[in-house]
């Protein structure tokens, strides 16, 4: 994309600067070098551009010059050792991806050179650094930064080429800068250690044994006089990751290094048990053999264990789903029967209720009742009891019939379903005869279409005396007439019956209903020694005949009621409903 926005690449710049670089002192060409940081960014990595850009370079002989600036001094430039650094990245930047038509000079002369300048660039710094004493001082920190930086820039320059990896571990510049007491800058050299070793696995096989022993020796003292974790973890992290590259470093660590099993227990609880044990196992097995034999076991193991986890994993994940449902079967179930048994509950609470109900209907009933038999005259008592028989025998022989019925309904059920079934048998047998009588007339109705003509002469002559014999009298306009309207006078004589009756029964059920509430308000009314004002008021009739009325009989019934028992013989005591009065009165005294 930067390709597309800033067009055509112009190699005058690479020329100009060259000829800048050609011209100036040595001081000044580092600081000039650093201008190749913009041109490399005028391309993207991969692109024709870049590629002819970073050919240019080294065309123009930028390349060699800047991996000879990296030998310089960086103290007495300007920028000190942060332009060294940057000079370092665009080393490894131009490297990369570069492949020039003099292959043979580039890897086997500028690539090679260029890794020991790095390497004497980060020796340089290392010995700057460990000359401030002051931890906390911020140019030993920076000096650290540059140094893992630089570091960084070897990594990255070495990875992708394998030989420049067995270069790096014959240098002498790197076992200068692992043989130091720092920490930190011990952990950054063994790191570039492990990501060579990482890159190319067998460099260590054509390393010399000088070399691989004095590497073994610093690091096998590290883990004897140092106490910082960190550093023994890295320490142990590298044995091993040589171990794996070059299983015959095992026999070496084994016959050259006899105290170093021992020597691992100091670690022990550090935070990378993990690491001793497998360095642990390395020395216990004590040959190559033995290492491969034991390599095998762990990878069997380690697999038997992923497919262990993976089976547990698969049964929880089975149990978990069993047990859900389980769960959720167990709380359905209990949910159900928490509703039956609120249901079972409301319907205890109703059956409680409609019994308390009844209980209270049964002695309102029976209280009514004696509130009744008491207010009835004596002669009447025995007559309502047995009207109260009555009824209740009724009511029990209702009960019995019903429950007789459903009882042998019950019975007959199977005998009814035997019916259903001879009933439908029976249906289909008629219609399937009824069908089968239809084509037979169809049949005969066709073979009639063939008979001959005295047949013929037959058939017309039984017709004709059939209709003779049955013949039909239709009734004449005027009867029909006459019939409509003796339907139409009886129908207007039931209506106008039917309007008074509906009249007299509505009549009826009005004084029905008087009756009832009259007979009410007598059962209700108190005494006469209790009654009030708002009682006779209750009692008393708002028209004035039937006041005057009740008056009138009032007093007659008073004066009979005086009257003595030979006076009630004469005439005006002939009276049926007076004499029916004064018993009723009578009665109701006693």
């Avoid at 103290?75 to 060294?84: F, L, P």
Wanted: glycine share 4%; hydrophobic share 40%; net charge positive.
């Amino acid at each position: 994309m930067a390709a597309d926005i800033l067009g055509d690449y112009d190699p005058g710049r690479i020329l100009k600067l060259a000829a800048e670089v050609a011209d100036s002192p040595d001081k000044k060409v580092p600081v000039l070098l650093l201008e190749l940081r913009d041109i490399l960014d005028m391309a993207p990595a991969g692109s024709p551009n870049a590629r002819k850009i970073r050919l240019d370079i080294w065309t123009y002989d930028l390349l060699q010059v800047l991996v000879l600036v990296l030998k310089q001094d960086f103290s007495t430039i300007h920028g000190g050792w942060a332009t060294a650094v940057k000079l370092s990245q665009i080393l490894s930047t131009c490297c990369a991806g570069l492949d020039p038509p003099e292959a043979n000079e580039f890897y086997d002369l500028t690539l090679p050179s260029g890794t020991d300048n790095l390497l004497i660039l980060s020796r340089r710094i290392q010995v700057r650094y460990d000359k401030i004493e002051d931890p906390s001082s911020l140019i030993k920190l920076q000096l650290l930064k540059d140094f893992r930086s630089v570091l960084d820039t070897i990594s990255w320059l070495i990875s992708p080429i394998p030989a420049l990896i067995g270069h790096l571990l014959h240098s002498q510049f790197l076992l200068q800068m692992l043989l130091t007491d720092d920490v930190e800058t011990s952990r950054s050299v063994m790191s570039l250690i492990q990501n060579a070793v990482h890159a190319n696995p067998t460099a260590l096989q054509t390393l010399e044994e000088k070399f691989l022993f004095s590497l073994l020796d610093e690091f096998v003292y590290k883990l004897s006089a140092s106490t910082d974790s960190t550093l023994g973890r890295s320490a142990t992290r590298t044995i091993l990751d040589m171990t794996e590259a070059h299983p015959t470093i095992v026999e070496i660590l084994c016959a050259r290094f006899k105290g170093l099993r021992p020597l691992l227990g100091k670690w022990s609880g550090k935070g990378f048990e993990k690491e001793l044990r497998e360095l642990t196992k390395v020395l216990d097995a004590g040959t190559v053999e033995q290492v491969e034999s034991q390599k095998l076991h762990d990878a069997a193991r380690k697999i038997q264990a992923m497919y262990r986890g993976y089976r547990m994993r698969t049964q929880l994940k089975k149990a978990n789903k069993a047990l859900s449902t389980l769960q959720r079967s167990f709380r359905k179930k209990r949910a159900n029967k928490e509703q039956e048994q609120a249901v079972q509950k409301q319907q205890a609470e109703l059956k409680h209720q409609l019994r308390v109900r009844r209980q209270r209907a049964l002695r309102e009933a029976r209280r009514k009742e004696l509130y009744l038999m008491e207010s009835l005259p004596a002669p009447q008592v025995n007559k309502h009891i047995s009207q109260q028989q009555k009824s209740a025998a009724i009511k029990i022989q209702k009960i019995w019939r019903g429950h007789n019925s459903r009882k042998k309904f019950q019975t007959e059920k199977g005998s009814r379903v035997q019916y259903r079934a001879a009933a439908l048998i029976q249906r289909q047998v008629r219609l399937w005869l009824e069908r089968r009588r239809r084509v037979k007339l169809d049949e005969s109705f066709m073979f009639s279409q063939q008979l001959s003509d005295e047949r013929r002469v037959e058939l017309q002559g039984k017709i004709r005396e059939y209709r003779e014999m049955h013949a039909v009298h239709g009734i004449s306009r005027e009867k029909l007439k006459e019939q409509h309207e003796n339907a139409h006078t009886v129908l207007a004589s039931h209506m106008m019956r039917r309007a008074a009756s509906l009249k007299a029964d509505q009549r009826r059920r009005v004084l029905l209903a008087a009756l009832d509430t009259d007979a009410e308000m007598m059962i209700a009314a108190p005494k006469l020694g209790e009654a009030t004002e708002e009682d006779i008021l209750l009692f008393s009739s708002k028209s004035v005949p039937v006041a005057a009325k009740a008056r009138h009989s009032h007093a007659e019934h008073m004066r009979a009621m005086n009257l003595q028992w030979y006076q009630k013989l004469g005439d005006e005591f002939q009276d049926g409903s007076l004499r029916d009065d004064l018993e009723e009165n009578s009665a109701y005294n006693f």
